[in-house]
């Protein structure tokens, strides 16, 4: 068990270019999600994946926000043309369906939209 | 999912129990507590979860209530290194569940 990694850790763009970040979840981990946390505040909800099917989306998910999972392993998380609002650290954790569904994050990726 | 209600910051001495509270007056039968910390500019890193009854694991033990309205999360020995966030949680477990909601979380700092 080598634990949820994302890639990059750090990315640091200009307003208007994309961004995409990649999170690999625990081996076998059926579930993926993605959160958003800015400064100062607990992370929000974005989006979850239970294998290939994305099956939930939040509001805060603009239409610039695009994820997928097309394996059910890893996924990616895509901006277009980022915004300032969009610097945040964006965290992705996975879990095994069952009884309790226990979610273990990952490091994250801080994003910084200059 | 239900709300929690938590100190927003605590002390606590180093090599002492840390007691962290929470309230979850509304919280529904199939729903489990969960506590999670996060230490600056680390993911959140889950700590324990119960139903009813009481559980312990090498890093805390977590009570709950008799009525499920309240918990404590207990760190037995706190170092430096528990310096962090905690977030108590409520969810839905199973396939039922999926999001966890964070409120603001307690900031607990383990002091020498």
């Known amino acids: 068990d080598t634990g949820v990694s994302q890639d990059p850790r750090h990315k640091i763009t200009k307003r208007g270019q994309n961004v995409t970040f990649r999170c690999d979840p625990i081996s076998e981990h059926n579930r993926l999600y993605w959160y958003r946390q800015t400064l100062g505040q607990g992370p929000e909800f974005l989006t979850y994946?239970?294998?290939?099917?994305?099956?939930?989306k939040s509001r805060l998910l603009s239409d610039r926000f695009s994820a997928e999972r097309p394996k059910g392993s890893f996924s990616t998380l895509e901006i277009q043309r980022t915004e300032q609002g969009d610097s945040a650290m964006y965290l992705c954790?996975?879990?095994?369906?069952?009884?309790?569904?226990?979610?273990?994050f990952g490091p994250g990726t801080r994003l910084t939209v200059l | 999912d239900a709300k929690t209600t938590q100190p927003t910051s605590m002390d606590c001495a180093e090599g002492r129990a840390a007691n962290l509270p929470c309230n979850h007056s509304t919280i529904s039968g199939n729903e489990y507590v969960y506590w999670y910390r996060q230490i600056h500019s680390q993911g959140p890193q889950y700590i324990i979860h119960?139903?009813?009854n009481n559980e312990t694991n090498e890093m805390a033990s977590l009570i709950i209530t008799e009525d499920r309205k309240s918990s404590t999360l207990i760190l037995p020995h706190a170092t430096l290194r528990d310096t962090a966030v905690y977030y108590c949680?409520?969810?839905?477990?199973?396939?039922?569940?999926?999001?966890?909601?964070f409120g603001g979380g307690t900031r607990v700092l383990v002091k020498p």
């Open positions: 119960g139903l009813k």
């Open positions: 994946f239970q294998n290939e099917a994305q099956l939930e």
């Open positions: 954790a996975s879990s095994l369906l069952g009884r309790t569904d226990t979610q273990y």
């Open positions: 949680i409520v969810r839905v477990a199973g396939a039922a569940g999926n999001k966890l909601t």
